[in-house]
């Protein structure tokens, strides 16, 4: 009720520690698509530091046991989240079913620009978050 639009009958509040997250997804965006290849070389090292701490593999052949975090992801690895969930996202609805089963047709995928994909990235980190308080009030209401 509280972090609902005013539209959907709600405060329109704030939760602050989403509002900062947003704000270091957007920062280490501006960081990876920057211009200067400095910036570019200290994000790749900022997500392999987190990955590293993180223990987090980049191959699909290997598995470890991972250890189960309670606290928050890196930024880093926030925007590589979000990242794919746009991708997928935009690859969602371009699949068709025929004779040849399953495909997925990329001709018509348009890829945004840098501004528009930023916006993507935080409308779905909001409707993320808002899933998440939603699935918490749920399980609250069937504890009782």
Do not use: W
């Not at 405060?11 to 989403?18: D, G, I, S």
């Not at 890196?74 to 004779?99: C, F, R, W």
């Not at 495909?103 to 995928?109: M, N």
């Amino acid at each position: 009720m509280l972090y609902r639009s005013y539209e959907n009958f709600g405060l329109n509040f704030n939760h602050f520690n989403e509002v900062i997250d947003r704000l270091q997804v957007i920062k280490h965006h501006l960081i990876k698509y920057s211009r200067d290849t400095q910036m570019n070389k200290l994000y790749t090292y900022i997500l392999n530091s987190a990955k590293k701490n993180r223990k987090v593999s980049d191959s699909l052949q290997k598995f470890e046991e991972k250890k189960k975090h309670t606290h928050k992801l890196p930024a880093a690895l926030m925007l590589e989240h979000a990242e794919q969930g746009v991708v997928y996202d935009s690859i969602k609805g371009n699949t068709a079913v025929g004779n040849m089963g399953l495909t997925v047709s990329t001709s018509k995928r348009k890829l945004p620009i840098k501004k528009e994909k930023r916006k993507l990235l935080i409308t779905g980190m909001k409707t993320e978050a808002n899933a998440r308080r939603l699935q918490l009030l749920q399980h609250k209401d069937c504890d009782m």
